[in-house]
T-cell receptor, first 110, second 114 residues
Framework: SQQGEEDPQALSIQEGENATMNCSYK?????LQWYRQNSGRGLVHLIL?????REKHSGRLRVTLDTSKKSSSLLITASRAADTASYFC??????????FGGGTRLMVKP | DSGVTQTPKHLITATGQRVTLRCSPR?????VYWYQQSLDQGLQFLIQ???????AKGNILERFSAQQFPDLHSELNLSSLELGDSALYFC?????????????FGQGTRLTVV
């Protein structure tokens, strides 16, 4: 079974709106990472948040981590049509493998 | 460009056949991970190698095997292929500086079993 589960599975918004995706996981982690995948392409790393961090920013991205609830959220502000992609969270448990969730498919309409 | 190279990009083969997928990690990266992504699904972890040795194993079928060579490139061998093995297969590598590092993904090999 997946360690991480994203919610929602699909999200459709208008350009300029904010997009929020959530990720829940099951076990204690070293860090949680968010990746983006354009259709059928390789995954691209967006941001990494360590287990002792609560919030992190990178450009229009904001990630939060709540280890007590075993959950994380990714906020994309002022979305653009080019943000259309699938977004995955991945948990790093022991510095070895990254376990991915099922992803959120984001569509940003121009 | 992530620096991770996967070949071939596309592969079409018949059921029962065997194929080999190849991955070259980023220069300096010792870890190689293999993932399978079926249509519209998440990534399923298959196996990880670190500096030539198997480090972690996921839900990898017995029909599948992998290895990492002294030059650190890796191969994933898929045998007795079934229609359900059709998927994108990704390789990723990570820097050797320990935990809290990101993974760099190749562009994947799209396998179609007919």
């Amino acid at each position: 079974s997946q360690q991480g589960e994203e919610d929602p599975q699909a999200l459709s918004i208008q350009e300029g709106e904010n997009a929020t995706m959530n990720c829940s996981y099951k076990t204690s982690i070293n860090n949680l990472q968010w990746y983006r995948q354009n259709s059928g392409r390789g995954l691209v790393h967006l941001i990494l948040i360590r287990s002792n961090e609560r919030e992190k920013h990178s450009g229009r991205l904001r990630v939060t981590l709540d280890t007590s609830k075993k959950s994380s959220s990714l906020l994309i502000t002022a979305s653009r049509a080019a943000d259309t992609a699938s977004y995955f969270c991945a948990t790093d448990v022991a510095g070895n493998m990254l376990t991915f969730g099922g992803g959120t498919r984001l569509m940003v309409k121009p | 460009d992530s620096g991770v190279t996967q070949t071939p990009k596309h592969l079409i083969t018949a059921t029962g056949q065997r194929v080999t997928l190849r991955c070259s990690p980023r220069s300096g990266d010792l870890s190689v991970y293999w993932y399978q992504q079926s249509l519209d699904q998440g990534l399923q972890f298959l196996i990880q190698y670190y500096n030539g040795e198997e480090r972690a194993k996921g839900n990898i079928l017995e029909r599948f095997s992998a290895q990492q060579f002294p030059d650190l490139h890796s191969e994933l061998n898929l045998s007795s292929l079934e229609l359900g093995d059709s998927a994108l297969y990704f390789c990723a590598s990570r820097p050797p500086r320990g935990a809290n590092t990101e993974a760099f993904f190749g562009q994947g090999t799209r396998l179609t079993v007919v």
